[in-house]
């Protein structure tokens, strides 16, 4: 894994509306442990073939009737270079995992959203902490000629203990919080992960964050 100081990345900034793909996040088996392992492994290969993309990604999450159901969805924009073949590629991960509901949706006011992935030096970037972005190194798993084909190499690529522990460390503590609330019914914002000084984690910190302010 590699480390960077968030103010070394050059994160695409802009006020325009950014054109979005809406997956339900409650659609998602529960072995992806959300959108965030999925939308990583589709980007790198990606990034891996265009080393000179730099792009940034703004996620909204909210309630939508959009899958003619209320849903709890995750819609993702794209600022900077390729926005229409990254947004495509993302639809189509999504879509390539059997039961996922996802779209092409609304726009988002970037300001709106939070900053959960960026591609840049032909690595997927995502927030360790409030300062600390971190990338996989590639493997002969995450190179381009392995992209995965279908749910079941997805599957069986998890299937490895730390493809397990990555994924759930990966994922953001408002998906967690909003899973918590819905399994036992509580009402929405009830819920608070806290580190040990009992200050709760901003929404977009991961939960392997969490675990380590533990440890």
């Given at each position: ?87 495509d590629l993302l639809l189509k991960s999504f879509k390539r995992v059997t039961g ?27 927030p360790a902490d409030a300062i600390t972005w971190y990338a996989n190194e590639l ?77």
């Open positions: 894994m590699i480390e960077k100081p968030a103010v070394e990345l050059k994160f695409v900034q802009t006020s325009d509306p950014l054109s979005t793909v809406e997956v339900d996040i409650d659609s998602i088996p529960e072995r992806y442990y959300g959108y965030s392992s999925l939308v990583t492994h589709a980007l790198e290969s990606f990034a891996a073939q265009h080393p000179d993309c730099r792009s940034t990604f703004y996620v909204y999450q909210g309630q939508s009737v959009n899958f003619h159901s209320s849903t709890f969805s995750a819609f993702i924009g794209v600022a900077g270079n390729e926005k229409d073949k990254l947004l996922v509901k996802a779209r092409l949706s609304d726009a988002i006011n970037p300001a709106s959203g939070i900053c959960e992935f960026h591609i840049e030096d032909g690595h997927v970037w995502n493997t002969n798993d995450s190179t381009p000629e392995a992209q995965y084909e279908s749910d079941s190499d997805i599957e069986t690529r998890n299937s490895n203990p730390s493809r397990y522990r990555a994924a759930r460390s990966d994922t953001t503590i408002a998906v967690i919080k909003h899973k918590i609330e819905k399994t036992f019914g509580l009402p929405e914002g009830s819920v608070a992960l806290c580190a040990p000084d009992g200050k709760a984690l901003r929404s977009d910190a991961k939960i392997g964050t969490l675990r380590e302010r533990w440890e």
